[in-house]
């Protein structure tokens, strides 16, 4: 295939390492792969080779995935998006999907995850009347608050349970526990 008729995607995760990863496994795949770990270098090759589809990670170092889709949609109005994240809630992914991303997925996903949520997103948008809310339990958004001060406290746990107000002990135990089933 030439570079020319292969589909083409855009993935953005400041993880370089799993950013390559996936771009290898999108180039077996027949994919045409762009890779950036920046905000800026997203709109450089977006700019210079506007890709079909992309995937971004919620968190690109400092930037919001959120505001890069939007300057990618300026630049490429008909590239699908899916975004990627770690740490995400049910609120970012409303807000990820009303601003035009096709579906929102975890991390860890491989290619095959990606190409599936991008499969599922290619149904009609659903009307703002038809979207339903369903807020999380109350342990699902503990834990959800507890894994983005996590993030945030670059994976200290000491620091980590000091920042919640919690005993680290506490804090381990609730660490090794599973995610709480929605």
Same mark, same amino acid.
């Given at each position: 295939?030439t570079?020319?008729?292969?589909?083409?995607?855009?993935?953005?995760?400041d993880?370089?390492?799993?950013?390559?990863?996936?771009?290898?496994?999108?180039r077996?795949?027949?994919?045409y792969?762009?890779?950036a770990?920046?905000?800026?270098?997203a709109?450089?090759?977006?700019?210079?080779?506007?890709?079909?589809?992309a995937v971004?990670?919620?968190r690109?170092g400092?930037?919001?995935? $959120?505001?890069?889709?939007r300057?990618l !949609? %300026?630049? =490429?109005p008909?590239?699908? *998006?899916i975004?990627?994240?770690?740490?995400?809630?049910?609120?970012?992914?409303i807000?990820?999907?009303?601003?035009?991303?096709?579906?929102?997925?975890?991390?860890?996903?491989?290619?095959d995850?990606?190409?599936?949520?991008?499969e599922?997103?290619q149904?009609?948008?659903?009307?703002d009347?038809? $979207?339903?809310?369903?807020?999380?339990? !109350? %342990?699902? =958004?503990?834990?959800?608050? *507890?894994?983005?001060?996590?993030?945030?406290?670059?994976?200290?746990?000491?620091?980590?349970?000091?920042a919640?107000?919690?005993?680290?002990?506490?804090?381990?135990?609730?660490?090794?526990?599973?995610?709480?089933?929605e």
């Open positions: 295939m570079e020319t008729t292969q589909p083409s995607i855009l993935i953005v995760d993880d370089a390492v799993f950013g390559e990863r996936l771009a290898r496994s999108m077996r795949r027949d994919f792969s762009l890779l770990t920046t905000h800026d270098a709109i450089a090759a977006t700019q210079e080779h506007p890709a079909e589809m971004l990670d919620l690109i400092n930037d919001n995935g $959120l505001e890069l889709m300057d !949609l %300026a630049i =490429a008909s590239m699908r *998006i975004m990627l994240t770690g740490y995400g809630s049910i609120a970012t992914a807000d990820a999907t009303r601003l035009g991303a096709l579906n929102f997925i975890q991390k860890p996903a491989d290619a995850d990606i190409l599936a949520a991008f599922r997103g149904r009609p948008p659903l009307a009347s038809q $979207l339903v809310y369903n807020p999380p339990s !109350l %342990a699902r =958004a503990e834990w959800e608050h *507890i894994q983005r001060v996590l993030a945030d406290c670059g994976g200290n746990i000491s620091q980590t349970a000091r919640l107000g919690i005993h680290r002990r506490t804090l381990q135990r609730k660490l090794d526990a599973f995610p709480p089933n």
